[in-house]
């Protein structure tokens, strides 16, 4: 290998130098954006059955469907609501799937099966498989008091912009859809006897598109168009509706004609207190640079601003900025963790090897961006991560090859000689070494689920980085090693070479103390393990406090405006809130990754305020809590900042089972009572709802029979006086407009004036509602909730400051030992509780190929499983530093803490790997353990703690950084890294003297 080395070097040189510049040309081009991207694993089904209730919707609609859905074996779960007039099915695959696009047609043929079940009025079915799309950028469209002519703004708007490269789509939101309402006057249809199906059937007939074909004048093609639309509104009230005497009136004469806003009310959205029509823009992932799309689409604004005055086009939420942001505060770290490590390297080896060593970080940089780039990666926060991570380790390679050349020097070895040994001696320990490293990550890369994706970009780039620097390591720097270093002179002035001879005969002299002493620390430090906060993803760093809004359910969506405009008129009076922007009947856009999108619901708002700064929400936060709980006693609010990882409900989830649907309510209030109790749960809710009132109509068949009528000529007359059916559709606008006729009230309608409505016969005869049926209010339920379709309710609770949902879950647990819940009762843990055990079970899952390769690869090395068990102690060491660092740091426990703990393993065992190759050699020396333990602990102190320092400066900046998700990782590695690598040096060498006696042997040829 040194020969084609030496041989080659030219190669050598031009092949490094280009993979330099494709990651230089790949850094300038290559896809960016804040966080990851999630595949399409979540989805939502919409059902629309218009007047039915809602225990009607789940037997009928929900039922049939979720029925179908169990068979699609893709889907993990299916979470299903029935309101009054709608279903609602929130669906989510497996973690193991990839290729969503197949599981989501196997959805669709489930619905479509289930759809022949349905009775024939339930109305629209759609499937949304985008539900985690994220709005890159939300313009807000502003400057006029009518919602119909924003809607046409945005609309003008949404097609200036479709072309810009990089958009998937332009969603509008907040818009307000148009109908023609004819008001029908029932005492005026009475008197002229016309019943309203007449009015449907003279509207079908006048308004058809019947194309009238073409005539040949001259050689030249005259089309023929036959006037059989309605041209206008005027078209419509003239209509005329024949009488029974034969005459005709017009349509005006029975009905009031107007154009306005579809009904029931639409989702409505404001931009700091002014009524707006929102353009979510969708970005293409994975493929748009992030930064430059946001730059495209301010350009395109400011040319065409002019083109909409006197409207106000205006940004709500801004992704690009942010990414901008990430990635920029990121590269510092990443700059200023190499000017860490460097200052470290030249400080621990001086000016000549610092540089050698030093020289290998921007090779492995670029080259390592570059193929990152070819394989696809995106640039975001988790990436760059990795790249900062694998800074520290990815030098180690080089600071032991150049060490070791430096020695072989100093003993007077000519160059090329020197090169030589230390390829032979270092390549396989150093190949073990990185290998070890790869295995503890195979599990992270291998995982799947939420979690897994979300952080992947951490191994695929240490992975990559580490394996380009341990092939630089054995080629490109010694090469240079050899080119420039020279033998050292005073070599005793060295303070680590004297810490080496120190720690030497510390282990020679008392083996059995510092084992004692290790074992010692190790239990101390597992005993910390209570003081330890648990958390599973940490909140996000931006000054934003969402607060969800819940009104009872069955509550008009006109008085959950009045209540969220009253609420955010509250909240300006405080100094922090620097803008409050409100959505009603809907949640508004997603603006952030884990930002969960509901359906829409007229009992849902949702108020987003930016403040100064992110310590300035904490005080909000509980006083908007204490605000709502005081003046709006009807309103249920969550109020919290945004969170990091996979998105949740919330952070405690407990969902109760019982087939009893009483004994279901009591466990349900139980749970709730219980939580709401325990210390740190605040903002705790439960979906039980008291129900809501009704008019039941009751239709005597008998007498109905005598005038010629059904139950269902009854119930679409109903129907027509509050919703209105739609008659036909006008078709002089881009999108049809539907023409519905209802009463001149609507949903407005007084129950006295609906009771004295009149319905029609097949001749056209007006029979009172009273003659033929009777009416009883009853109450039922205002909403009924499926989980894999069985009913259910749920318990849901938001986390003060520094507490843990393992915490709350205790209480509750605890509260629930005395007062037990009623026989029967199931519970089930969402939330944190579900997404961490949903993590750790896919890392487990991946772990068995993790330690199949760790311990092939030592095997490989070291062909003996009693110094592979020793190596192995290395990771229990470390527990005495990552304990008590995260105590003493004030960093959770959760997911990226773990994530520091498999980094660490595979860092830790590399100092065992390079002791004990030391050790092995001396061994078949012929030299006593004693001795060779002693020899391979002054060699190797220096290499060690020089790797250690440059790992640990190298994580510095993410440790101190105002980040919330990265410093307990990075204080979980740095405090591990710190005890393991003390003990490393003297618990395993001492080990080693205890437990090894002879080099490993070569098998024997025994005879026969």
Same mark, same amino acid.
């Given at each position: 290998?040194?020969?084609?080395?030496?041989?080659?070097?030219?190669?050598?040189?031009?092949?490094?130098?280009?993979?330099?510049?494709?990651?230089?040309?790949?850094?300038?081009?290559?896809?960016?954006?804040?966080?990851?991207?999630?595949?399409?694993?979540?989805?939502?089904?919409t059902v629309s059955y218009p007047g039915a209730s809602a225990e009607a919707v789940e037997r009928?609609?929900?039922?049939?469907?979720?029925?179908?859905?169990?068979?699609?074996?893709?889907?993990?779960?299916?979470?299903?609501?029935?309101?009054?007039?709608?279903?609602?099915?929130?669906?989510?695959?497996?973690?193991?799937?990839?290729?969503?696009?197949?599981?989501?047609?196997?959805?669709?043929?489930?619905?479509?099966?289930?759809?022949?079940?349905? $009775?024939?009025?339930?109305?629209?079915?759609?499937?949304?498989?985008?539900?985690?799309?994220?709005? %890159?950028?939300?313009?807000?469209?502003?400057?006029?008091?009518?919602?119909?002519?924003?809607?046409?703004?945005?609309?003008?708007?949404?097609?200036?912009?479709?072309?810009?490269?990089?958009?998937?789509?332009?969603?509008?939101?907040?818009?307000?859809?148009?109908?023609?309402?004819?008001?029908?006057?029932?005492?005026?249809?009475?008197?002229?006897?016309?019943?309203?199906?007449?009015?449907?059937?003279?509207?079908?007939?006048?308004?058809?598109?019947?194309?009238?074909?073409f005539v040949v004048v001259e050689g030249k093609r005259l089309s023929v168009l036959p006037n059989?639309?309605?041209?206008?509104?005027?078209?419509?009230? %003239?209509?005329?509706?024949?009488?029974?005497?034969?005459?005709?009136?017009?349509?005006?004469?029975?009905?009031?004609?107007?154009?306005?806003?579809?009904?029931?009310?639409?989702?409505?959205?404001?931009?700091?207190?002014?009524?707006?029509?929102?353009?979510?823009?969708?970005?293409?992932?994975?493929?748009?640079?992030?930064?430059?799309?946001?730059?495209?689409?301010?350009?395109?604004?400011?040319?065409?601003?002019?083109?909409?005055?006197?409207?106000?086009?205006?940004?709500?939420?801004?992704?690009?900025?942010?990414?901008?942001?990430? !990635?920029?505060?990121? =590269?510092?770290?990443?700059?200023?963790?190499?000017?860490?490590?460097?200052?470290?390297?030249? *400080?621990?080896?001086?000016?000549?090897?610092?540089?050698?060593?030093?020289?290998?970080?921007?090779?492995?940089?670029?080259?390592?961006?570059?193929?990152?780039?070819?394989g696809g990666g995106v640039l975001h926060q988790i990436a760059v991560i990795g790249m900062v991570?694998? #800074?520290?380790?990815?030098?180690?390679?080089?600071?032991?090859?150049?060490?070791?050349?430096?020695?072989?020097?100093?003993?007077?070895?000519?160059?090329?000689?020197?090169?030589?040994?230390?390829?032979?001696?270092?390549? +396989?320990?150093?190949?073990?070494?990185?290998?070890?490293?790869?295995?503890?990550?195979?599990?992270?890369?291998?995982?799947?689920?939420?979690?897994?994706?979300?952080?992947?970009?951490?191994?695929?780039?240490?992975?990559?980085?580490?394996?380009?620097?341990?092939?630089?390591?054995?080629?490109?720097?010694?090469?240079?090693?050899?080119?420039?270093?020279?033998?050292?002179?005073?070599?005793?002035?060295?303070?680590?070479?004297?810490?080496?001879?120190?720690?030497?005969?510390?282990?020679?002299?008392?083996?059995?103390?510092?084992?004692?002493? +290790?074992? !010692?620390?190790?239990?101390?430090?597992?005993?910390?393990?209570?003081?330890?906060?648990?958390?599973?993803?940490?909140?996000?760093?931006?000054?934003?406090?969402?607060?969800?809004?819940?009104?009872?359910?069955?509550?008009?969506?006109?008085? *959950?405006?009045?209540?969220?405009?009253?609420?955010?008129?509250?909240?300006?009076?405080?100094?922090?809130?620097?803008?409050?922007?409100?959505?009603?009947?809907?949640?508004?856009?997603?603006?952030?990754?884990?930002?969960?999108?509901?359906?829409?619901?007229?009992?849902?708002?949702?108020?987003?305020?930016?403040?100064?700064?992110?310590?300035?929400?904490?005080?909000?936060?509980?006083?908007?809590?204490?605000?709502?709980?005081?003046?709006?006693?009807?309103?249920?609010?969550?109020?919290?900042?945004?969170?990091?990882?996979? $998105?949740?409900?919330?952070?405690?989830?407990?969902?109760?089972?019982? $087939?009893?649907?009483?004994?279901? %309510?009591?466990?349900?209030?139980?749970?709730?009572?219980?939580?709401?109790?325990?210390?740190?749960?605040?903002?705790?809710?439960?979906?039980?709802?008291?129900?809501?009132?009704?008019?039941?109509?009751?239709?005597?068949?008998?007498?109905? =029979?005598?005038?010629?009528?059904?139950?269902?000529?009854?119930?679409?007359?109903?129907?027509?006086?509050?919703?209105? =059916?739609?008659?036909?559709?006008?078709?002089?606008?881009?999108?049809?407009?539907?023409?519905?006729?209802?009463?001149?009230?609507?949903?407005?309608?007084?129950?006295?004036?609906?009771?004295?409505?009149?319905?029609?016969?097949?001749?056209?005869?007006?029979?009172?509602?009273?003659?033929?049926?009777?009416?009883?209010?009853?109450?039922?339920?205002?909403?009924?909730?499926?989980?894999?379709?069985?009913?259910?309710?749920?318990?849901? %609770?938001?986390?003060?400051?520094?507490?843990?949902?393992?915490?709350? !879950?205790?209480?509750?647990?605890?509260?629930?030992?005395?007062?037990?819940? $009623? =026989?029967?009762?199931?519970?089930?843990?969402?939330?944190?509780?579900?997404?961490?055990?949903?993590?750790?079970?896919?890392?487990?899952?991946?772990?068995?190929?993790?330690?199949?390769? #760790?311990?092939?690869? !030592?095997?490989?090395?070291?062909?003996?499983?009693?110094?592979?068990?020793?190596?192995?102690?290395?990771?229990?060491?470390?527990?005495?530093?990552?304990?008590?660092?995260?105590?003493?740091?004030?960093?959770?426990?959760?997911?990226?803490?773990?994530?520091?703990?498999?980094?660490?393993? +595979?860092?830790?065992?590399?100092?065992?790997?390079?002791?004990?190759?030391?050790?092995?050699?001396?061994?078949?020396?012929?030299?006593?353990?004693?001795?060779?333990?002693?020899?391979?602990?002054?060699?190797?102190?220096?290499?060690?703690?020089?790797?250690?320092?440059?790992?640990?400066?190298?994580?510095?900046?993410?440790?101190?950084?105002?980040?919330?998700?990265?410093?307990?990782?990075?204080?979980?590695?740095?405090?591990?890294?710190?005890?393991?690598?003390?003990?490393?040096?003297?618990?395993?060498?001492?080990?080693?003297?205890?437990?090894?006696?002879?080099?490993? +042997?070569?098998?024997?040829?025994?005879?026969?």
């Amino acid at each position: 290998m040194t020969r084609r080395l030496l041989n080659y070097q030219r190669l050598l040189g031009m092949v490094v130098t280009m993979l330099c510049l494709l990651g230089i040309a790949a850094y300038s081009t290559m896809p960016r954006q804040e966080d990851p991207s999630f595949p399409y694993r979540a989805g939502m089904i919409t059902v629309s059955y218009p007047g039915a209730s809602a225990e009607a919707v789940e037997r009928l609609v929900l039922q049939p469907l979720t029925d179908e859905l169990r068979q699609v074996e893709e889907l993990d779960w299916s979470q299903g609501t029935a309101r009054t007039g709608v279903a609602l099915a929130r669906l989510k695959l497996r973690d193991r799937i990839y290729d969503t696009d197949s599981a989501w047609d196997r959805v669709r043929q489930a619905m479509e099966r289930a759809r022949q079940d349905f $009775p024939d009025d339930v109305g629209l079915m759609e499937l949304d498989d985008r539900l985690i799309d994220i709005p %890159a950028v939300v313009l807000a469209v502003g400057g006029s008091p009518s919602v119909t002519e924003l809607s046409e703004v945005a609309e003008r708007l949404k097609q200036n912009l479709l072309d810009i490269p990089g958009i998937s789509r332009i969603e509008l939101e907040g818009d307000a859809d148009e109908q023609i309402t004819l008001a029908l006057d029932d005492a005026a249809l009475y008197r002229l006897g016309v019943p309203p199906k007449r009015i449907l059937d003279t509207l079908a007939r006048r308004n058809q598109t019947i194309p009238g074909g073409f005539v040949v004048v001259e050689g030249k093609r005259l089309s023929v168009l036959p006037n059989t639309e309605f041209t206008d509104i005027d078209a419509i009230r %003239a209509t005329p509706i024949e009488l029974p005497d034969g005459s005709q009136v017009p349509l005006a004469a029975a009905a009031e004609v107007w154009r306005g806003p579809a009904e029931p009310r639409q989702p409505e959205t404001w931009f700091d207190g002014e009524r707006v029509v929102l353009l979510s823009i969708i970005m293409e992932e994975g493929s748009t640079d992030a930064i430059r799309f946001g730059e495209r689409i301010r350009e395109r604004l400011e040319q065409v601003r002019p083109d909409f005055e006197p409207y106000q086009l205006r940004e709500m939420f801004f992704q690009p900025d942010k990414v901008s942001d990430r !990635l920029d505060d990121l =590269a510092w770290s990443l700059v200023l963790s190499v000017l860490i490590i460097v200052a470290v390297v030249f *400080t621990g080896m001086g000016i000549r090897m610092g540089l050698l060593v030093a020289s290998i970080l921007p090779m492995v940089a670029l080259i390592s961006v570059g193929l990152y780039d070819l394989g696809g990666g995106v640039l975001h926060q988790i990436a760059v991560i990795g790249m900062v991570i694998s #800074l520290g380790i990815l030098i180690d390679n080089a600071i032991v090859i150049v060490e070791n050349i430096q020695g072989h020097l100093d003993e007077g070895m000519r160059r090329l000689d020197a090169l030589r040994k230390a390829v032979g001696e270092l390549a +396989g320990p150093l190949g073990a070494s990185t290998g070890t490293t790869l295995a503890a990550f195979a599990p992270l890369l291998m995982a799947k689920g939420g979690a897994a994706d979300f952080t992947r970009g951490v191994p695929v780039m240490i992975m990559l980085t580490l394996s380009v620097s341990y092939l630089l390591a054995i080629s490109a720097v010694p090469l240079l090693a050899a080119r420039f270093l020279k033998p050292r002179k005073n070599l005793h002035k060295d303070r680590l070479i004297g810490l080496a001879s120190y720690l030497g005969g510390l282990v020679y002299r008392h083996p059995g103390r510092l084992i004692t002493a +290790g074992a !010692l620390l190790v239990v101390i430090s597992l005993g910390m393990t209570p003081f330890m906060a648990q958390q599973f993803f940490p909140n996000a760093d931006r000054p934003r406090v969402i607060v969800e809004m819940y009104m009872p359910e069955g509550t008009d969506q006109a008085r *959950t405006a009045e209540v969220a405009a009253v609420l955010e008129q509250a909240i300006r009076t405080r100094p922090e809130a620097l803008e409050v922007h409100r959505f009603v009947g809907f949640t508004g856009p997603s603006f952030y990754y884990n930002l969960q999108r509901s359906p829409q619901a007229p009992n849902r708002a949702r108020l987003v305020v930016r403040t100064p700064t992110l310590a300035d929400t904490t005080d909000l936060v509980k006083w908007i809590r204490h605000e709502a709980a005081r003046s709006l006693p009807e309103l249920d609010i969550t109020a919290g900042i945004l969170g990091q990882g996979p $998105p949740r409900p919330a952070p405690v989830e407990v969902r109760v089972f019982h $087939p009893d649907d009483n004994a279901r %309510a009591r466990a349900t209030e139980q749970v709730y009572s219980i939580l709401r109790g325990v210390e740190g749960t605040v903002d705790v809710r439960h979906d039980l709802d008291i129900g809501v009132p009704s008019i039941a109509i009751n239709v005597d068949d008998a007498t109905a =029979a005598r005038y010629g009528l059904t139950r269902a000529d009854v119930a679409q007359s109903l129907y027509g006086q509050s919703y209105g =059916a739609v008659a036909e559709r006008y078709r002089q606008e881009d999108d049809p407009i539907p023409i519905v006729l209802r009463s001149r009230e609507g949903t407005s309608l007084s129950l006295s004036r609906l009771l004295s409505v009149n319905t029609y016969n097949d001749q056209g005869d007006a029979i009172p509602l009273s003659a033929v049926a009777t009416v009883e209010t009853t109450w039922e339920p205002a909403a009924v909730y499926l989980r894999n379709g069985v009913r259910v309710n749920t318990v849901s %609770a938001n986390l003060e400051e520094d507490y843990s949902f393992s915490q709350a !879950l205790d209480g509750l647990y605890a509260g629930l030992e005395q007062n037990p819940l $009623p =026989a029967g009762t199931r519970l089930d843990m969402g939330g944190d509780a579900e997404g961490s055990d949903r993590a750790n079970s896919a890392l487990l899952t991946a772990a068995p190929i993790g330690m199949l390769l #760790l311990l092939f690869f !030592l095997l490989l090395q070291f062909n003996s499983f009693r110094r592979v068990g020793i190596i192995l102690l290395t990771v229990p060491l470390a527990t005495v530093g990552i304990f008590p660092g995260l105590v003493l740091s004030g960093s959770p426990f959760g997911f990226q803490s773990l994530l520091g703990v498999i980094a660490l393993v +595979g860092i830790v065992v590399n100092n065992a790997i390079v002791l004990l190759d030391v050790m092995d050699r001396e061994l078949e020396r012929g030299r006593a353990i004693a001795d060779a333990v002693r020899t391979a602990v002054e060699r190797r102190t220096r290499p060690i703690l020089l790797t250690t320092a440059t790992t640990v400066a190298g994580l510095l900046p993410l440790a101190f950084s105002s980040s919330t998700l990265w410093p307990p990782m990075a204080w979980a590695i740095i405090s591990g890294l710190l005890a393991s690598t003390v003990l490393t040096l003297l618990v395993i060498p001492s080990v080693c003297t205890k437990l090894i006696k002879l080099p490993v +042997g070569e098998p024997e040829n025994a005879p026969a």
